[in-house]
Every structure is written in C-alpha cells, then in structure tokens.
C-alpha cells in the first residue's frame, strides 16, 4: 500500500528533476555560472543568519511554592517559553501537611542585545502575578535569571556570570564565521550585479541584431 501511494510521488519528482535539467540545459553558460553564484551567496547569507540569529541564550531558575501553576515568559513582548509547574508537598513530622515545592531549569535562546524579559505565574485559584526587568545579553554567552515564585509574591533577579570565559572557543569561532560568510556572500551580490549591469546590454542587443537576420531568411525563402 506505501509503495503504491509513493509511486505517484517519486514519478512526479522524477519529472520536475528531468525538466529542472533539461532548463538548465537550455541556459547559456554565463547564466548558469551566475546562477551559481547566487545560490552560493543565498548558502552564505543562510549561514550568516543562522549563526547571528539567536545567538545568546537566557538560563532560568525557577523555584516556587505551588502544588501546580502555569509559566510564562516573554522577551521584548513575545513569548518565548511557556509550561507547567508542578510542586511536592512534604509533611512536617510525618502528619502535618507542609508547603509545596518545586524547581525548573530551562535554557531560553535569545539574540544579543538589551532586552525586557517577563515572567507570569498563574495558579490554580486563578491568581496571577508577574514581574519584569531588563538585561543585557553579550553575543554568545549566557545569562541566568533567578526566578522565586511563591503564593504572596514573584521575585527576579540576575546571576552573576562570566561572560567573558563563555565567548572562547565554539562562541568566538561562531561569531567570526559569520562575519566572514556574510562578507563573501556581499562580495560575490556585488560582483554578480556589476556582471550583469556590464553582459546584460551587450546580450540584448545582440539579440536585437539577430532578430532582422532570422526575419530576412525567413522573407528569402
């Protein structure tokens, strides 16, 4: 049954493959050479995208006083984290009923730069309460938020880090690497624009000149 579903499939992407390569065929070099570039420079400015995109990332601690709630976290007024909290409740001496607690760790990527960040926390009685603060964050490295969360108050508050041991090694090398893709892929943008501003001219009139000629063989016969 899976064969025959996919049958339809392969023998359609077998045709588009075979006409793909058959309008490749009929492209003259310098437009195949071109083409070529473009999809380089488009790999490059991927890659560049990607290694700047989200680049830092913000570690959260939480700690709280709730048998369930649920979490919330924005960025600049996106959400960039949500879940569930669940809490243990211990009982005093064996009988009497304690609070309940419960922890959370989670790595929320963010991009570099000065951002607000947003916690809320709802319970299950419906009660809400959130808190924000503002911090920096140094491209490729990582920022911990402490985040105390308890039934008569929600606390935040900023980790010390070292910033400057976490940018070595993979950071340092992700950091340089697209720098350098985006200014190859600039580079061949340019090259290719000025190549086509100076072959484009000379292709069309070239093509206006054959034009008369295929016309007065055509009256000829």
């Known amino acids: 049954m899976d064969g025959e579903s996919t049958a339809p499939t392969r023998a359609q992407a077998s045709r588009r493959y075979d006409q793909s390569r058959a309008w490749l065929a009929r492209l003259p070099?310098?437009?195949?050479?071109?083409?070529?570039?473009?999809?380089?420079?488009?790999?490059?400015?991927?890659?560049?995208?990607?290694?700047?995109?989200?680049?830092?990332?913000?570690?959260?601690t939480l700690q709280h006083g709730f048998r369930s709630a649920d979490l919330s976290l924005w960025v600049d007024g996106d959400l960039a984290y949500s879940g569930k909290l669940r809490g243990s409740t211990k009982k005093k001496f064996g009988l009497i009923p304690g609070s309940a607690y419960g922890r959370l760790s989670e790595i929320v990527p963010v991009s570099s730069g000065t951002h607000r960040i947003r916690v809320q926390v709802k319970a299950e009685?419906?009660?809400?309460?959130?808190?924000s603060l503002t911090g920096?964050?140094?491209?490729?490295?990582?920022?911990?938020?402490?985040?105390?969360?308890?039934?008569?108050?929600?606390?935040?508050?900023?980790?010390?880090?070292n910033a400057s041991g976490q940018q070595s090694g993979s950071g340092w090398f992700a950091r340089y690497a697209g720098a350098l893709c985006l200014t190859i892929g600039g580079s061949i943008i340019t090259a290719i624009t000025g190549f086509a501003l100076r072959e484009l001219p000379a292709h069309l009139r070239a093509r206006e000149n054959a034009e008369p000629k295929v016309q007065s063989t055509a009256a000829g016969h």
């Open 29 to 60: 070099a310098q437009a195949r050479i071109i083409l070529g570039f473009f999809l380089v420079a488009a790999v490059l400015m991927a890659l560049h995208t990607a290694s700047t995109g989200k680049d830092s990332s913000l570690h959260l």
């Open 125 to 131: 009685d419906g009660s809400t309460q959130q808190d």
């Open 136 to 161: 920096n964050f140094v491209p490729n490295s990582e920022r911990e938020l402490s985040v105390s969360a308890r039934p008569n108050g929600l606390s935040l508050a900023w980790q010390a880090t």
